[in-house]
């Protein structure tokens, strides 16, 4: 069974990392997002759930409105080939999320290690960010620095590389 909001945000508090999480109507998009980042401080994310020929399955997060170049990407995060996006039974799987709620926070349900997990690093450059907590009826801001303790602390230590079009224009 799949770590629920609560179990995430109590290994949050458990770990000491302070996590405001922000209540409001379901969002499936970051266009329907757009009031939130307004009345929460910190960067917003979009984040994408990908699988390549191989059956690599990454999960890829970026600004909100960053561009990413899907047809090249592939080279940038180190799968084999170009990627797709990955089946929704296979997200709830291995990240134990819907689609619409797919998060970093994920990670804790991915007991067999399958996912790697890639920050953008245009993303990376704010101190504070926000996710999902497991579902998309909320958002939680963490400390970036808090969340790669986090994810390492899981067994997936992220990649931060640049992979949208922005940070790699500003050579990040």
């Known amino acids: 069974m799949p770590l629920t909001r609560a179990d995430l945000l109590a290994r949050l ?3 000491g990392i302070e996590a405001p999480t922000f209540d409001h109507q379901a969002v499936f998009t970051v266009e329907e997002s ?21 059956d690599r399955v990454f999960l890829v997060s970026v600004l909100a409105d960053a561009t990413v170049d899907l047809k090249t990407i592939h ?7 170009r990627v797709s996006f990955g089946k929704p ?5 291995l990240l134990g999320v819907a689609p619409g709620s797919v998060t970093p926070f994920g990670i804790v349900n991915d007991a067999e290690g399958r996912v790697t997990v890639v920050l953008d690093a245009g ?38 590389i640049a992979v949208t ?3 790699l224009a500003a050579g990040l």
């Open 123 to 160: 993303l990376m450059a704010h101190e504070v960010l926000n996710f999902h907590p497991l579902e998309n009826t909320a958002t939680t801001s963490i400390k970036r620095d808090d969340l790669v303790r986090v994810l390492t602390d899981a067994g997936h230590p992220p990649q931060i």
């Open 89 to 93: 039974e296979l997200l709830m799987e």
């Open 75 to 81: 080279t940038r995060i180190g799968a084999q080939g």
């Open 34 to 54: 757009e009031d939130l980042h307004q009345r929460i401080p910190g960067a917003h994310s979009k984040n994408l759930f990908l699988k390549d020929k191989k």
């Open 13 to 15: 508090s458990a770990f």
């Open 165 to 167: 079009q922005e940070a």
